[in-house]
């Protein structure tokens, strides 16, 4: 199995306006919030690894926990902030009453108040990248972007960024103020991104961040049921982990755990090292609330697959079933 060494891990550039984060990234989502219970010592000292393994671009967003999950990355890199890239989110309202309940918003003085809220949250001073979270059909995208753009020119955030945008509302928000990443879901079981935003976005000069990368935890193989998974775990609303969905899904697994055994390596690090070699324009953000998964990950980055390798996965076909019980929201 391959294992993670102490040297530094590649440096990519996401869009032209400066933007620089390591090849991998980190997503704290799971640390506070979906994926069972919270372990925030375990969680503080994942982050810490992550720096000292070179990985310095962390994703985060007002709404995980909610509102915990800025407060939980924050304090782990209040001592170590200029190593660190920190990305956050706005968009996506909860109610801490019922956080099942969720709104959309991309109004310009809800804009100018969540990033105000996420900087008290985080404990900094500035917000290295900044993403609409979800598109406000309402709101044109103008009004936002333009809202967003103003926080750059305060000084309160460094670059801009959108998730799970349609590419014509890329194009409208680029021309507003040049956007720096897209994030939206991409993996081996998650490819629609191919056929038009990706391209779009290459287009346009922006870089692409995939999150999920390992399919919620499913490309891992570790995933063969929801009956072992906490009750309120994410995956037991999710269709693709559901009845016949998951039975289908799991003849992509099988596929991707044979061809690990061969290399002798895990099934993460073959669908890590897969999404590596869609681009070096992506930075993919793997989540983990564990030190031993975070170096699995990074050591992902020194899988090599062959062309033969990279056509075997691509021809594993699409998952069965939709990425969310509720699609609405996404690519608007």
Request: charged letters at 25%.
């Amino acid at each position: 199995m391959t294992n993670p060494g102490e040297a530094d891990v590649q440096r990519i550039g996401l869009g032209s306006q400066g933007l620089t984060v390591s090849r991998q990234g980190l997503g704290c989502m799971g640390m506070s919030e979906f994926y069972g219970a919270p372990d925030d010592a375990e969680s503080t000292a994942t982050i810490h690894r992550a720096l000292d393994l070179g990985v310095d671009f962390f994703d985060t967003s007002d709404i995980y926990g909610p509102f915990t999950n800025e407060v939980l990355v924050g304090r782990a890199l209040a001592g170590r902030r200029d190593e660190a890239v920190i990305a956050t989110k706005f968009g996506i309202l909860r109610d801490p009453g019922d956080p099942q309940r969720r709104g959309v918003s991309g109004r310009p003085d809800y804009v100018r108040q969540a990033c105000d809220a996420s900087l008290q949250r985080l404990g900094v001073d500035h917000i290295d990248l900044y993403y609409q979270h979800r598109v406000d059909p309402e709101t044109p995208i103008e009004e936002t972007v333009g809202a967003m753009s103003e926080l750059v020119s305060a000084g309160k955030v460094r670059f801009l960024g959108l998730s799970e945008a349609a590419p014509a509302t890329i194009r409208r928000a680029h021309a507003t103020h040049p956007i720096s990443a897209l994030q939206t879901e991409y993996s081996l079981w998650s490819r629609d991104p191919e056929a038009e935003i990706l391209p779009t976005v290459r287009e346009l000069g922006i870089g692409f961040v995939p999150y999920s990368p390992l399919g919620r935890g499913f490309l891992t193989g570790a995933v063969r049921s929801v009956d072992g998974l906490a009750p309120d775990d994410y995956r037991r609303f999710s269709p693709r982990f559901a009845g016949d969905n998951l039975e289908a899904n799991i003849g992509i697994v099988e596929r991707i755990d044979a061809l690990a055994t061969a290399k002798g390596v895990t099934p993460a690090q073959i669908a890590l090292a897969w999404v590596h070699a869609q681009g070096d324009d992506l930075a993919p953000i793997p989540g983990t609330k564990r030190r031993t998964y975070l170096e699995q990950n990074v050591a992902a980055l020194a899988v090599e697959l062959t062309a033969d390798d990279l056509a075997q996965l691509g021809g594993l076909g699409a998952a069965r079933g939709e990425r969310y019980a509720d699609m609405s929201a996404l690519n608007r």
